[in-house]
C-alpha cells in the first residue's frame, strides 16, 4: 500500500529518484496482476520487490532515523495503468523496457563522464528479467518464449507512434492552415488547403510507412535466403560458424563444436540459430503487416492533421482562426502531456512547450503567408 509523504527537506534528485521506483515498482506489480502465466506473474512480482527495495534504499539514505512511508505512485502511473486497463498491459511492458534502457544507459554515461568502473549493475532491467526467468525451477521453454515475444511487444513503439503521428500532423497542417488563413485573411480556401494538406500528408506518411517495412522485410528474407542457401551447400563452414557462437557466449570449445554438431542435425534449428546470432534478425517480427502499418499511419497523421480544420469548416475569417490556434493549442498540450508517459518530465513543461513551438510554427507560416497576401493584392 502507498501513502502520501511529504520531505520538506527531500533533495530533488532524491525525490526524482524515489517516486521512479515507487512508478516502476506500481505497475510492476500492475503487470502482474494482469498475467495469467503464473511464472511470467512472478518475474514481474519480483520486478517489483526490486523496484521497491531501490525506493526504501533512497529512503533509507535520504534519512535513516525516520521509518520508511512511501509517496504514492505519480499521475503518470496511474494513466499508464489506466491505458493497460483499456489496451492491455502490453502498451505498459513495451514502454517500462524503453524507460529502463533509458535509465542504464544514463547511469553508464554519467559512469564513463567521471570516469568510474562499469560493473554491469547498469544493465537494463530487460537483461534482469531475462535473467530471472532463467533462474526459475519451473520456467518451461514455452515460457520462456512467451516472456520473451511480450517482451518485444511493440505496446510502447505503437503508443510512441500513436504520438509522434498525431504530432506531425497537427504540427504540419497547423502550419499550413494558417499560412494559407494568412493570405487569404481566413477564406474560404484555407479549407479546401487544409483538406489537401491532410490527404497529402497522410498518403505521404503511409506510402512511407509501406515502403519502409516492405523493404526491411525483403532485405531480411533475402538474408536468410542466402543463409539457408550456406547451409545447404557449406554445412562444415556453417557448423564451424555455430561452434564460435557458442563459443563467444563462453562455452568451452569441445562442448561447443559438440553441441554444434548436434544442431546440425536439423537444418531449420541451424538456419534459425544463424539468422538469430549472426545476422541479428527476429523472424518474428517479419510478420507484420505492410498494408496494416501504412493505414496505422494515415489514420494517426489524420487525426492531428483535422484539428486545425476542423473550424473552418463552419466558420471564416479571424473566428475561424482564433478558433483553430485554440483548438490546435490545446491539441499540441495533449500530445506533449503524453509525451511525459515516455520521458518522465512533468506534463505542464512538455505540454507548454510543445504549445509554444507549435505556435511559432504557425506564426512564422501565418506571417510568411501575410507577406505574400498583401504582394498579391498589390
Known amino acids: 500500500m502507498y501513502y502520501i509523504y511529504n520531505y520538506p527537506t527531500m533533495p530533488t534528485k532524491i525525490n526524482k529518484n524515489i517516486q521512479t521506483e515507487v ?13 495469467t502465466d503464473t511464472t511470467v506473474a512472478n518475474v514481474f512480482r ?31 502511473a496511474k494513466i499508464l495503468n489506466t491505458i493497460g486497463k483499456i489496451f492491455g498491459y502490453d502498451y505498459i511492458l513495451g ?13 553508464i554515461s554519467a559512469k564513463n563522464k567521471n570516469k568510474l568502473p562499469i560493473t554491469g549493475s547498469e544493465t537494463n532491467h530487460v537483461s534482469i528479467l531475462r535473467s530471472l526467468l532463467e533462474k526459475e525451477s519451473q520456467v518451461t521453454g514455452g515460457n520462456v518464449a512467451k516472456f520473451e515475444k511480450k517482451h518485444r511487444s511493440v505496446g510502447g513503439n505503437a503508443l510512441r507512434a500513436a504520438v509522434l503521428g498525431g504530432n506531425d500532423g497537427l504540427v504540419s497542417n497547423f502550419s499550413l492552415v494558417m499560412g494559407i488563413a494568412g493570405a487569404t485573411a481566413g477564406g474560404s480556401g484555407v479549407l479546401l488547403a487544409g483538406v489537401a494538406g491532410l490527404l497529402a500528408g497522410a498518403l505521404s506518411m503511409a506510402l512511407g510507412e509501406w515502403i519502409s517495412v516492405k523493404s526491411s522485410q525483403e532485405l531480411h528474407e533475402n538474408q536468410m535466403q542466402l543463409e539457408m542457401d550456406e547451409l545447404e551447400t557449406n554445412p562444415e563452414g556453417e557448423q564451424k560458424e555455430i561452434a564460435l557462437i557458442y563459443m563467444a557466449k563462453g562455452i ?3 562442448q561447443a563444436n559438440t553441441m554444434a554438431a548436434e544442431i546440425m542435425q536439423d537444418k531449420n534449428r541451424a538456419h534459425d540459430l544463424l539468422v538469430r546470432e549472426e545476422l541479428g534478425i527476429n523472424p518474428e517480427e517479419l510478420k507484420g503487416s505492410a498494408m496494416e502499418a501504412a493505414i496505422y499511419s494515415f489514420v494517426l497523421f489524420a487525426i492531428g492533421a483535422v484539428i486545425p480544420v476542423i473550424p473552418f469548416m463552419f466558420n471564416t475569417g479571424i473566428t475561424a482562426i482564433v478558433i483553430s490556434v485554440i483548438s490546435s493549442a490545446a491539441g499540441l498540450f495533449l500530445i506533449g502531456a503524453a509525451i511525459t508517459l515516455f520521458t518522465g518530465k512533468s506534463i505542464w513543461f512538455s505540454g507548454f512547450r510543445q504549445v509554444i513551438f507549435g505556435l511559432i510554427a504557425a506564426a512564422i507560416t501565418f506571417g510568411i503567408g501575410k507577406l505574400i497576401g498583401v504582394s498579391l493584392e498589390g
Open 23 to 35: 512508478d516502476a515498482s506500481f505497475l510492476y506489480n500492475k503487470l502482474a496482476d494482469a498475467e
Open 252 to 254: 568451452p570449445e569441445d
Open 46 to 76: 519480483q520486478m517489483s520487490a526490486i523496484e521497491r527495495s531501490h525506493a526504501e534504499a533512497f529512503l533509507n539514505k535520504l534519512n535513516p532515523t525516520i521509518p520508511i512511508v512511501f509517496p504514492s505512485p505519480s499521475v503518470r
Open 95 to 107: 514502454v517500462m523496457m524503453d524507460t529502463e534502457k533509458s535509465i542504464s544507459n544514463a547511469i
